[in-house]
């Protein structure tokens, strides 16, 4: 969780979480909140406005664009992608009740704070993986007959539909376990040719 916020907020953020967890994200209100934790509505506005604040600074605190934003020199591309991706998995995989906010736009088509986040993240995250991907086109450690955007998209989009399987099934599989099987096929897919 972020470092900034107050320990009352990471314990509102924790309960908003389980709320989810337990009833879906629709269960996340006010009211449900204040009766998870044993306070009244109003001493939960004092640390977030709105559940739309919550959500946002659940989205905030997931840190799920864990590409660094400046690229290490001493290790490879195709590493840094897997590390990525691994601790995507292990993020989910310790708390599914992520998935719920991370992939729950559909959900948020009416908070205009809620979009703008979402597709930040998304933007970010593109961003950071075309950038991960072009140095390793260029270090000629990924294949270079695919644009680095359509390579992003490809990766992106195999993670979050991975993700929102495990989640559709109802977490009937080791999603670290079958996470590593797919990485191995990732990492076929962009090695060179």
Known sequence: MNAELSERQKEIIKASLELISENGIQALTIKNLSKKIGLVESAIYRHFESKTQILVSIL?????????????????????????????????????????VVFAEELFQNEETLVNKTKEKIKQGKANMIALIEKGQQEGEIRKD????????????????????????????DLIQKGNELLETLKLVLKPV
């Open 60 to 100: 905030n605190s997931i840190e799920m664009q864990a590409m660094p934003s400046e690229l290490p020199k001493n290790i490879g591309v195709i590493l840094l992608i897997e590390q990525n991706i691994r601790k995507r998995f292990e993020t989910f995989a310790a708390n599914p009740a992520l998935v719920s």
């Open 146 to 173: 695919i644009d680095s955007e359509y390579f992003a998209i490809l990766i992106t989009g195999t993670i979050r539909m991975f993700v929102k399987h495990w989640k559709m099934s109802d977490y009937s599989f």
